[in-house]
Structure formats: C-alpha cells, structure tokens
C-alpha cells in the first residue's frame, strides 16, 4: 500500500509540472504569437482561424484533464490512513 502512494505521488507531482510547463509556454507561445507578433501575408494581419481557437479549446479540456488526474492522484497520496479501533472485545 506505501509503494502505491509513493508511485502516486512522483506520478501526481511529475503531471502537475509537466502539465504547469506546457500551459505556461503555450500560452505564452500563443501571446507572442498572436498579440504581440501577428502573422502577416499578403501584406495584411490575418485574424485567427478556426484551426487555431480548435487547438486552443483542445489542448485546455486536455490540460484540466491532466490538472485534475494529478489532484486525484496528490490527494490519494497525501491522505491519512484511516485509524482502525481496537478491539474491546464486545459487539456494542
């Protein structure tokens, strides 16, 4: 039961920070990208395309996915054991 949660944990912890990195810089990515430097053709700044708000909208249902599998797994590995009663011995 302790190689579960110790397993739990450095998997939870390694998501979260995986997943942490990865939101960070492609939301970053998609600042520079789409504010600060926008893509020119033609001559003209092209708007965003359908394409893109579908990556977006993919990519962050996947990353709160990734965000809440890590929770689950912290919160299973962080929990206290529960406390068993001794037995006295009598049924009530």
């Known amino acids: 039961m302790r190689t579960r949660r110790v397993i739990s ?5 390694l998501l979260l ?3 942490l990195v990865e939101a960070y810089f492609q ?8 504010y ?4 020119e053709k033609y001559g003209v700044l092209t708007p ?7 990556f977006l909208a ?8 990734l965000f809440y599998l890590s929770y689950r797994l912290l ?18």
């Open 58 to 65: 993919a990519f962050w249902l996947v990353a709160i996915g």
């Open 75 to 92: 919160k299973y590995a962080l929990r206290r054991e529960p406390v068993v009663p001794a037995s006295s011995g009598s049924l009530n």
């Open 27 to 34: 939301s970053f990515g998609f600042y520079q990208e789409h």
């Open 9 to 13: 944990a450095l998997v939870g912890g």
């Open 36 to 39: 600060v430097w926008p893509k």
């Open 48 to 54: 965003l395309s359908w394409q893109d708000i579908v």
């Open 17 to 19: 920070l995986g997943t």
